[in-house]
């Protein structure tokens, strides 16, 4: 069955880095496009980022853009987001989900539990 | 840039009656090429990740009962809940996935049994 498993969260300090990582199997994620979304506490859904089953197209957030980066590495069928100058906006829930094959323009079929990411001195 | 707005913010619905959720985006989600709308249905329940329900604007995923549906083009959407069931209470998103990102989503509609 498909499995998409975030870690990586924790605390973290406002102007500092952190590194998510997303574990998946049950899928062929080298056809994949992945994407990050984020959940604030008590609040609405963020579309946050998008890459390509390639690794060729990435996509961002206003909101995000210029400070965090997305990756895949299809040896290892795994997704990561590279977040950089952390603010306190930034707290959130990162969830990874599951694009389309070969577009990105398709539903979100599936979605890992989340990780936590609080930013806070 | 695009805009996605649901109402109402809440709903209260005795059980087995019928609950509407609207969502509408500023621009058209619609393709004139495969004449598709770009827009899918999401459930989230406390504690969980969302769950995607209904995609195309009217497709069910696998899996989910057909108590829920999905109607609208172009701009104007709507997800019908049938007949509500306890296990119906949750969060309802809409989401636009049509053409460039951002893949905006709708603030979210909460439904409640009354």
């Known amino acids: 069955q498909v499995q998409l498993v975030e870690s990586g969260g924790g605390v973290v300090q406002p102007g500092g880095s952190l590194r998510l990582s997303c574990a998946t199997s049950?899928?062929?994620?080298?056809?994949?496009?992945m994407h990050w979304v984020r959940q604030a506490p008590g609040k609405g859904l963020e579309w946050v980022a998008v890459?390509?089953?390639?690794?060729?197209?990435?996509y961002y957030a206003d909101s995000v853009k210029g400070r965090f980066t997305i990756s895949r590495d299809n040896s290892k069928n795994t997704l990561f987001l590279q977040m950089n100058s952390l603010s306190t906006d930034d707290t959130a829930v990162y969830y990874c989900?599951?694009?389309?094959?070969?577009?990105?323009?398709?539903?979100?079929?599936?979605w890992g539990q989340g990780t936590l990411v609080p930013v806070s001195s | 840039d695009i805009v996605m707005t649901q109402s109402p913010d809440s709903l209260a619905v005795s059980l087995g009656e019928r609950a509407t959720i609207n969502c509408k985006s500023s621009?058209?989600?619609?393709?004139?090429?495969?004449?598709?709308?770009?827009l899918a249905w999401y459930q989230q329940k406390p504690g969980q990740p969302p769950k995607l329900l209904i995609y195309?604007?009217?497709i069910r995923e696998s899996g989910v009962p057909d108590r829920f549906s999905g109607s609208g083009s172009g701009t104007d959407f709507t997800l019908t809940i049938s007949s509500l069931q306890a296990e119906d209470v949750a969060v309802y998103y809409c989401?636009?996935?049509?053409?460039?990102?951002?893949?905006?989503f709708g603030p979210g509609t909460k439904v409640d049994i009354k």
């Open positions: 989900a599951k694009g389309g094959v070969a577009t990105v323009m398709a539903p979100f079929d599936y």
């Open positions: 049950g899928f062929t994620f080298n056809s994949c496009s």
């Open positions: 890459i390509s089953y390639d690794g060729s197209s990435k």
């Open positions: 621009q058209s989600v619609l393709y004139s090429s495969n004449n598709k709308n770009y």
């Open positions: 195309w604007a009217s």
């Open positions: 989401q636009r996935y049509y053409h460039t990102p951002p893949f905006t």
